[in-house]
DNA sequence: ATGATTATATTCACCCATAAACATTTGCAA
DNA sequence: TTGCAAATGTTTATGGGTGAATATAATCAT
């Protein structure tokens, strides 16, 4: 189970150090993607694997499942940690998560996920603000503390 | 069943040492995260495992879902009492808090909380002023003293 | 009360994870 | 081949995390 919050940095070369925390349970080959709301997801090749087959099992005859494969696929890659604990985080995967200098790594139960600061920074800000109302809605999902 | 109010205090890095009350039933490593009202809250291994399983069972395309999991997993902590009773508490975690020296261990129920000396104050005056109108609101949630 | 025991607070010293700069290799193109 | 850029590897410095030692306070039994 992956969980908390790390600050890092990007090198000039795109590399970055992968929390010691996390690579203990990532292992020194995981998988990273394009995730949600502007984030990268990254999954151990065991999660990986589960994450595949989900996808593999969708209906291809659907658009819908066919732009979701693409969108997960195309920007999958296989990382290897190399001796220094460090990872390359490809530039198409970098620019879409506005990756540049300060990022974070956060433990997300079965995945992690890596933000640019200032994402990360924003989207806990949003959450501060609606707290009380996000609290809430979780109510009706059926999650109570 | 936790109870009791525990005043202590956090030290340069960040270490405080967990009440030897709340310890017998925390155990030697225990999960502290980010909590509401602006304190931290703590869960034995046993606790946090059933608060995991919940947040595992929500519907991640779900937005709503994906924040409230981000914000109870990024800021989940295993903390493991070293040999002379204290823990470590992640610089985020204490930010979030407003940890800086004094601060408050409460015990309530199933989890223990941390507050801020200041903070804790500040809400228990609050509710001796409206002590009246709390607990008639509490009517309304089926509660009878 | 008094001393003994346990709990809490504080300080110091060391080590490892990280950051950052630099060096080397590899692959590709001129 | 030669030069360049991308990728990979190495080195060093720093600060945060960790453990040990000591001091102070609180609790308990005699």
Sequence with gaps: MFMGEYNHSVDAKGRTIVPAKLREELGETFVITRGLDGCLFGYSDKEWEKFEEKLQSLPLNNKTARTTVRYFLSGASQCEVDKQGRILIPANLRE????????????????IEIWSKAKWDECNEEYDDNMDEVIADMESLGFNL
């Design 96 to 111: 879409f998560a506005g990756l540049e200098k300060d990022i974070v790594f956060i433990g997300a139960a079965n995945r």
